[in-house]
């Protein structure tokens, strides 16, 4: 029997790799491989070498052509890194076979938000939700050497035959870990539910600080409402809802609640888990939208930003968009 939620095993150096088929497409790849690298570094893993992988088409079975694919292991190979991390979307199968060919570790960018949200969460309720987002990620995935739930079987690629069976056992146990998970879930958020509607009692107006992740959100609740919720220069540092109320200047009250940052190619599935936590948003009267003018990506951060929203069918509500960073 072996634990679902069980911590991966450490890998130190990366090799990082971005796959672009347009020349238009460059520029956004050089800043997103940037952010991994940065997301990466977060989990403790140190990045020693990268590549922007320039391609006209790309092929099922690796995503890369086989040239390509010996180029960037001998590279991996050679910087001695124990894990291949794509800034691209790799398929189940494409990521089985990557790890097959390097012998090693093979993650995509979604796993490595999935983890970093792991490393941050702080109540029961992010734990869960960031759980149930690994464990659907996992699910198609189990015939990895490297998942999550496959390592404590000593690492290996599973054998077939014995395997199959093993691996029909394992979707199993993870199903049933995602229902049990979920109806957990259930539970916490109607009580926090409860505790909000006990608050919204009080009629006082609401507002929901929304933005990319780093921007400033809970710096600006700080000042605004004269509390010392955590800050830090690093991708995520929120992620939970927190409520602080403040005197407007007409001496009428205003509760804001501060919320997980969004960066670009978020996992559809962390939305959808983060969609319970994010409803904060949904009931305020209105959102700030926090944004950070000396990224130098600051449109495209903007966008992401009304792009979740959107796909969270927050649409017609009233927003104030704060530039932040100024200086
Ligand atoms: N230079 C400068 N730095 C700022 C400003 N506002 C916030 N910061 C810094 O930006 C970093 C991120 O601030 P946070 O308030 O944690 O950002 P956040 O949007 O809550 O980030 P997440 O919770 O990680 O999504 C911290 O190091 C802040 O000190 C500003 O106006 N100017
Ligand atoms: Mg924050």
Same mark, same amino acid.
């Given at each position: ?65 086989? @040239?390509?694919?010996?180029?960037? #292991? !001998? $590279?991996? =190979?050679?910087?001695?890194? &124990?894990? +291949? ?75 077939? @035959?014995?395997?199959?069976?093993? #691996? !029909? $056992?394992? =979707?199993?146990?993870?199903? &049933?870990? +995602? ?149």
């Amino acid at each position: 029997m072996f634990e679902v939620s069980e911590k991966p095993r450490r890998v130190e150096r990366a090799f990082l790799v971005s796959v672009v088929r347009h020349k238009e497409e460059e520029a956004r790849a050089v800043s997103l491989l940037e952010e991994l690298k940065e997301l990466v570094e977060n989990l403790g893993i140190e990045v020693i070498g990268s590549i922007l992988a320039r391609v006209r088409k790309t092929y099922p079975k690796f995503l890369l052509g086989k @040239g390509k694919v010996q180029e960037i #292991l !001998e $590279l991996a =190979q050679a910087a001695d890194c &124990d894990v +291949i991390v794509f800034d691209n979307e790799l398929t189940p199968g494409q990521q089985r076979n990557w790890e097959k060919e390097s012998k090693g570790a093979v993650i995509d960018r979604h796993e490595v938000i999935i983890d970093v949200f792991a490393d941050r969460a702080q109540t029961r309720e992010a734990v869960l939700q960031v759980e149930l987002a690994r464990l659907e990620y996992s699910l198609p995935r189990l015939r990895r050497a490297w998942t999550h739930l496959g390592r404590q079987r000593g690492g290996g690629v599973t054998q077939r @035959g014995e395997g199959e069976a093993q #691996l !029909e $056992l394992d =979707q199993r146990m993870v199903r &049933d870990k +995602i229902a049990s998970t979920k109806r957990e879930l259930v539970q916490v958020i109607r009580q926090r539910t409860v505790s909000r509607k006990r608050r919204r009692r009080v009629p006082v107006p609401t507002a929901s600080i929304v933005g990319y992740t780093n921007a400033g959100k809970s710096t600006l609740l700080n000042k605004l409402t004269g509390s010392d919720i955590y800050v830090a220069d690093k991708l995520f540092a929120t992620l939970d809802p927190t409520s602080r109320k403040m005197n407007l200047p007409s001496g009428r009250g205003l509760v804001l609640t501060d919320t997980v940052g969004f960066v670009r190619n978020l996992p559809h599935r962390l939305v959808d888990a983060f969609k319970a936590t994010l409803e904060e948003a949904l009931v305020a009267d209105f959102l700030i939208h926090v944004v950070d003018l000396s990224s130098g990506e600051t449109v495209d951060q903007m966008e992401t930003t009304l792009e979740v929203l959107d796909e969270l069918g927050i649409v017609e509500k009233k927003i104030i968009t704060v530039f932040n960073k100024v200086d």
